[in-house]
Every structure is written in structure tokens, then in C-alpha cells.
């Protein structure tokens, strides 16, 4: 066992988390509204960026593009891209929508759309869809820590979830947007000398020999562009984009940094800093991912261990250290994340709302902080029990592309409390069908094998289009309301 | 080989944001006339 890896980057967690945690919340004003789940609404580009990147790059950036890019070679990549789309979208659409409503909940945003039933109703599966990729984080964590040194899987995840809930408790966005700017950093810095010691460790001294490993087979030709072929350009690459963005354009978990930003001009300037810092994280780990596949020692160990195992032989122990620490970077600021959004809308949404409306910020504070304990808590006795973490990604990702569209066409063209609900419970209905029965077998083909965010797609498409040209319903919440610029 | 999908990542992503900045432009132009 790497002991000596474990111990180093672990006090190297503690300090950063507790030392900006403690500083921050001596700072934070506890009465000011939104302090703890928005920062004040006070977040700057350089805070901003790093947080926007690292909330959507976790564990299958990781450990999913290392098996993705085993099978199909760099198109993998579009993954990678797929959330580089994410942030553009949130950037210059949905994250300036949600700022300019000055909520601080999307299910908030959604009431004044479609009145409080429909609201409650997404609160609790926008909940229960984030809190569900809490627990693939907690596996992550778990994975890459016993991975890197030997301890177990459960073990890591204890560790690797207590540390996820630090970084978000003690003073919340504010702490998990700075801890976010300091991580960033580490985790290129790590990713940089770690893929330089790989190189070095290659005959040459460079990738070239795996490029020549590609190139010397004509099947195996097409690996090292990021275009891949025609056919999985768009059978992998186009998929990739439509799950990602409907799906994760409209989630709490991304938006509830864009509330954060002290402006829209904020948001706007940050894409091109957040675009660049998620996206570049998967060439590094598509490379390492054709090194291990090009090596038969560790092509053998298959999809799911050859880049890890072939990591922890090539690199010395400090580098590994610092790789971890990387690592743990990504899947972390995830995690704080996916324990900060769903507390945040169980505060202001289920609490809030319907039990205690004249909780004070302090109340709110209090029971944000309680949820952040109790889902992270859970997230971790669940974690050893779970699936495989790309297939559970996508079931959760499904989910959320009913309330995207009602979104959008509720913000442009019109809404329809009626409509709104028939197509969140026709959907989720076809959701659940496609996943636990044998429709999708029985059916076959091409049709038979589509991933669900497809079928929530067109579901979703199907209803609200039918839906809005056969009733009547209200204008367009932006047609009727006036929002300036914030 | 690394270099290479290095430099054509940040040549697509920097494209990515220019077209989205781009859209928004028109669009935001479009919505104030």
C-alpha cells in the first residue's frame, strides 16, 4: 500500500478545506440573503470559472473516458466536449436566465411557470436525480482513492465523502467557489507532470510509439482522431451532446453557480475560461487511455483497470501523489456540488415552502448544512452497493430533459399548468417503462437500443408541442414579464 | 500524438464558444429590435 501517498494528499485536502473554510466563514455576513447557498451572488469570473468546470467533471470524466477510449479510441473525447456544449449553453441561455430571475432554486424558477404542484413535483426528482450522481461521485471517490494506494474501496469512499462534505459545510459556495480555484490549479499541474512521466517512461521518450501502435493497423487507424468515423460521430459523439445538454442544462447542480454570479456580464466572460478548463481534462485522459490500450502488459487487464493499473507501475511516488490529488480534485467538487444543490432545494423548496415560510436565513443555513450531512452520509453507506457508473449516468441524466424543455418553451412560447404536468408524468412513465421492462427488447432495432435520454427527448418534444397548440395557456414567462439585465 | 490532440481540442473548443458567443449576439440584437 502507497501509505505515504495517501497520508500526503490527504493533509493536503485538510488544509485547503479547512484553512479556506475557516476563513471565509469568519468573514461571511450570516444574516445577508443567500449567503451561504449563492455566495452573496457575489462570485467573480476567476472564482466562477474553476467552479462552473469542476462541477461537471467527476468521476466519469475519469474513469469512464479511460473505458470509453479502450473501445472506440480518442472520440471519447466528445464526452469531454459534450460538457464544453453544457457550459456554452448555461453561459449564453439557461444560466443567464436563471440569474436574471434572481431565484435560487430552478424548481423556484419553474413555480411562477407552472404553479407549485408541478414545482414540488420537480423539486423532489431534480433532488433525488442529483443526490443519485452523489452516490456514482462517492463510488468515484472510493475507485480512484483504492486504486491509487491499495486501501479499500469502502474505506476510500468514507474518507474521500467526509472530505466532499467539508468542502461545501463550513461556509458553502462562497468556501467550495475558492476551494474550486485552488483544485484547478492542482489538478492541471498534477495532470501535466503526470502525463509527462508516462511519456518519459515510453521508448523515445514521447507518445509516438503509440500513434505508430495505431497507425500500423488499418482497423485500429481511426483511434487517435478525435473524429473517429462517420458512423461514431454520430452514433456516439452527436448522443453524447444530446444527453449532456438536455439533460444537464436545466439541473440544479450546474445552475446553482450561474445564481452565484455577481452579473450576467460574469457568466458571459467565464465561458471562456470554465469551456477551456473542463474540456482539456479529457485529452489527458484519452491519452493515457491509448497509451494503456497500445501496451499489452496492461491491454490484457481490459477496459476497466489497464489505464488505472498502467498509471500507479509508471509513476513514482510523489508524482502519484500529486496525480491523486488531482484526481480527487475532479471527483470532490463534484461531490460538494451534488450534496450543496440538493440540501439548497430541500431548504428553500420542500422547508422553505411548505413547512416553515418565515425561516430566517439562519433557519435556511441551518437546514442546508443538516442535508449536506445526512445526503452526503447516506450517499456514502449506499456507495458499495451501486452499478456501473456510465449506465446509472445516463438512466439519471433522462430524467431531467422533460423540465429543460418545459423550461424553455415556457420562458419563449408558452405555458400550461396541464400540459406542463402531462408531459413530466408521460415522460418519467416512458422513463421508467424503457428501463424495467422488456419494451425495448421486444421492439429491437436501431429503436430498441436507443439510450433513454433519446426516448425522454422526443417523449418530452411530443407532449409539449401537442400539448401548447391544443390548449391555451399563458404567454411566455418572458413576454409578459419584464426582466432586465442583472 | 499528444501534442497533436492538444492543439486540435483547443482549436474546437475555442471555435465552440466563439459560435455560442456569436449566436448570442445575433440573438440578443435580434431581441432588442
Given at each position: 500500500m502507497r501509505i505515504g501517498v495517501l497520508i500526503a494528499v490527504l493533509i493536503y485536502e485538510i488544509v485547503v478545506i479547512f484553512g479556506v473554510g475557516a476563513l471565509i466563514s469568519k468573514k461571511r455576513n450570516k444574516d445577508e440573503e443567500g449567503g451561504f447557498a449563492l455566495g452573496g451572488r457575489n462570485m467573480s469570473v476567476i472564482v466562477l470559472a474553476p467552479t462552473i468546470a469542476l462541477t461537471v467533471l467527476g468521476t466519469a470524466h475519469i474513469l469512464g473516458v479511460f473505458e470509453m477510449t479502450f473501445g472506440m479510441g480518442a472520440i471519447a473525447y466528445w464526452f469531454s466536449l459534450a460538457h464544453v456544449v453544457l457550459i456554452i449553453v448555461a453561459c449564453f441561455g439557461t444560466g443567464i436566465w436563471v440569474r436574471r430571475m434572481g431565484v435560487t432554486t430552478v424548481p423556484e424558477a419553474l413555480k411562477g411557470m407552472y404553479g407549485p404542484k408541478n414545482s414540488l413535483a420537480i423539486s423532489c426528482v431534480m433532488a433525488g436525480v442529483i443526490w443519485g450522481i452523489l452516490t456514482l461521485e462517492t463510488q468515484g471517490v472510493g475507485i480512484v482513492i483504492a486504486t491509487m494506494t491499495g486501501w479499500g474501496i469502502v474505506q476510500g469512499a468514507i474518507v474521500g465523502g467526509i472530505l466532499g462534505i467539508f468542502y461545501v459545510i463550513l461556509a458553502g459556495m462562497e468556501e467550495v467557489g475558492v476551494v474550486n480555484v485552488i483544485n484547478a490549479a492542482v489538478m492541471y499541474i498534477g495532470l501535466i507532470v503526470a502525463t509527462a512521466f508516462v511519456a518519459m517512461k515510453l521508448p523515445g521518450g514521447n507518445f509516438d510509439t503509440v500513434q505508430a501502435f495505431y497507425d500500423a493497423d488499418q482497423s485500429t487507424h481511426f483511434m487517435t482522431s478525435i473524429f473517429g468515423t462517420p458512423d461514431l460521430f454520430i452514433t456516439f459523439a452527436i448522443a453524447q451532446i444530446i444527453a449532456v445538454v438536455f439533460c444537464q442544462g436545466i439541473s440544479q447542480m450546474l445552475l446553482q453557480a450561474y445564481m452565484s454570479a455577481k452579473?450576467?456580464?460574469?457568466?458571459?466572460?467565464?465561458v471562456w475560461l470554465a469551456a477551456p478548463l473542463n474540456g482539456l481534462f479529457g485529452v489527458f485522459a484519452v491519452t493515457l487511455g491509448l497509451t494503456a490500450k497500445s501496451l499489452p502488459q496492461y491491454a490484457e487487464l481490459g477496459p476497466k483497470m489497464a489505464a488505472t493499473t498502467m498509471i500507479v507501475d509508471m509513476l513514482p511516488a510523489w508524482v502519484g501523489a500529486l496525480l491523486l490529488a488531482a484526481l480527487l480534485a475532479a471527483i470532490l467538487s463534484t461531490f460538494a456540488m451534488t450534496s450543496l444543490t440538493p440540501a439548497t432545494i430541500f431548504a428553500i423548496d420542500i422547508y422553505k415552502s411548505l413547512f416553515k415560510k418565515d425561516a430566517s436565513e439562519k433557519d435556511v443555513t441551518r437546514m442546508i448544512r443538516i442535508m449536506v450531512v445526512v445526503l452526503g452520509a447516506i450517499a456514502i453507506a449506499v456507495s458499495a452497493y451501486l452499478p456501473p457508473i456510465l449506465g446509472a449516468i445516463n438512466w439519471l441524466?433522462?430524467?431531467m430533459v422533460p423540465v429543460f424543455w418545459l423550461f424553455v418553451?415556457?420562458?419563449?412560447?408558452?405555458?400550461?399548468?396541464?400540459?406542463?404536468?402531462?408531459?413530466?408524468?408521460?415522460?418519467?412513465?416512458?422513463?421508467?417503462?424503457?428501463?424495467?421492462?422488456?419494451?425495448?427488447?421486444?421492439?429491437g432495432g436501431l429503436i430498441g437500443t436507443l439510450p433513454n435520454g433519446y426516448i425522454t427527448l422526443i417523449t418530452s418534444l411530443?407532449?409539449?408541442?401537442?400539448?401548447?397548440l391544443t390548449t391555451k395557456g399563458e404567454p411566455g414567462y418572458f413576454k409578459v414579464h419584464e426582466f432586465k439585465e442583472v | 500524438m499528444f501534442t497533436q490532440l492538444f492543439i486540435m481540442s483547443v482549436i474546437v473548443i475555442f471555435v465552440m464558444v466563439a459560435v455560442g458567443q456569436g449566436i448570442y449576439s445575433i440573438a440578443s440584437k435580434a431581441s432588442k429590435k
Open positions: 452579473d450576467e456580464k460574469t457568466i458571459r466572460r467565464s441524466f433522462a430524467w418553451t415556457g420562458l419563449f412560447w408558452k405555458r400550461s399548468h396541464g400540459v406542463a404536468t402531462a408531459t413530466l408524468a408521460i415522460t418519467w412513465i416512458v422513463n421508467m417503462i424503457w428501463t424495467f421492462t422488456s419494451l425495448p427488447a421486444s421492439i411530443v407532449v409539449i408541442i401537442i400539448g401548447n | -
